[in-house]
C-alpha cells in the first residue's frame, strides 16, 4: 500500500494560502505537477466487459484534471499463467470482452513509457443479486434507490449507473429547406428530428457495508435523485444499475475519495489526507499512484419509469421557454439561413396558395440539437 499523505499536505497547504490571502496568491507550483498516474476501474469475471481508465495528474492550475495515457499495455494476468490484453478504445479508457474465470486471482499490469506498474494480486467477489430498484415520488422530485443483501464474502458496495430518457423538441418540423433549388422537400417519417434519447453516466460515489445494516440487508440505498419539472420524467426514463461488491480495503479508498469530492465527484478531485492504493510502480515502489482496482462479477438491474407513474408532473424545460414560430413568405426563402438557425415547420396555408411557411429556430424544433440522438436504444421498451 502507498501513503499519499505528502501529496496531500501540499495540496491543502496551497489551498490554504490561496484561501488566507485577500490578495490572489500564486505561489509556484511546479512542485505539485508530480505527473502521477490515476487508475480506475474493475476487473468483471464470468463474462461482461472490464473497462480501466489511465491518466495522469496536471498542475493545480491546469484546465483539465488530468492528461490521459493513450499509449499502454494493458493486460491482466491469472494466478494460473492466462493473460488478456485490453484494448485501447481511446481517451486513455481500456477495455476487455471476454469470459475470465471465477476462481482465480489477478493481477493488473501496466507498461507506459514512464516504467511498469502491478496491481497486487486481486480475488474476485461475486456480488449478490440486486433484490430492488425502485423510486418513490416526494415534494422535491423522485428518488431512485436498491436494495440488496449481503454475506460474509461481499458485505462491502459500490453503485454506478446510467440513465437514459425520451424528450420530444418544443415544434415538430415537416420539411427542410433545399438551398440550391429553393424548394421545400417534405421529410420522410424517419427523418423528423421531433423525438429522442439522452444518456447521462453516474458521477457520484455511491457507497454502503451491509454491516450497518441488520442482517446483512441493505435497504433502500439512494443512488440518485431526480428534481421537480425534470424533463427525465417528462415521457419515459430508464435507469440500468450496476452493483459491484469489492474488499475493505477497496471501500476504505472509495469512502476517502467520496467524503472530499462528493461536490465535485471522481477519482481526480481533491486528495484526502490518506489514500491507499494496490497499485505499484515496479522500478520505484514509493512512487505513488492513485487508484485501487477489484475485481469481481457484478450485478445488474434495469427499471423503466413512465410519466404516469410520478402524475401530476409538469415538464419545464428552460430552453423551450422562448421558442416561437415566425412566418415566413415564399419570397424571403432564400435570405434565411434555414440549415443552420431555423426550420421549416409546415405551409402556412391560410389561401388557396400557400404563400409561405411557419418556421422556428433549430433549438426548438429539432431534438438533437441539445445533444440528443435520434437512434432508440436497443433496450428501449415503449
Known sequence: MKNLSLLSLQFFALMFFCWACR????PEVSSLDHNILVVEGYIEVGGGETSISLGRTNPVYDSASLSPVLSAAVNIESEGGSSWLLNHLGNGIYSLKDHIPEDQKYMLRISTEAGEYWSEWITPII???IQEVDFEKNEEGVIIYASTLGNEDARYFIWDFEETWAYRSAYRAYYRYERNTNQMILLKEEEHAYKCWKSNNSKRIILASSEGYQNDHIYQKELLQIADRSEKLGERYSLFVKQKAINREAFIFW???RKNSDDIGGIFSPLPSLVSSNLYNTNNPEEPVIGHISAGKSAVKRIFINKSEVEPWRTLIPEYIRCQIFDVPAKEYPNIYWE??????????GAPVCPGFLISTTECADCTARGGFLQKPDFWID
Request: proline share 15%.
Open 255 to 257: 469512502e476517502a475519495i
Open 23 to 26: 490578495e490572489v496568491f500564486e
Open 340 to 349: 443552420r438557425f431555423y426550420v421549416p415547420l409546415i405551409p402556412n396555408c
Open 127 to 129: 456480488t449478490p443479486e
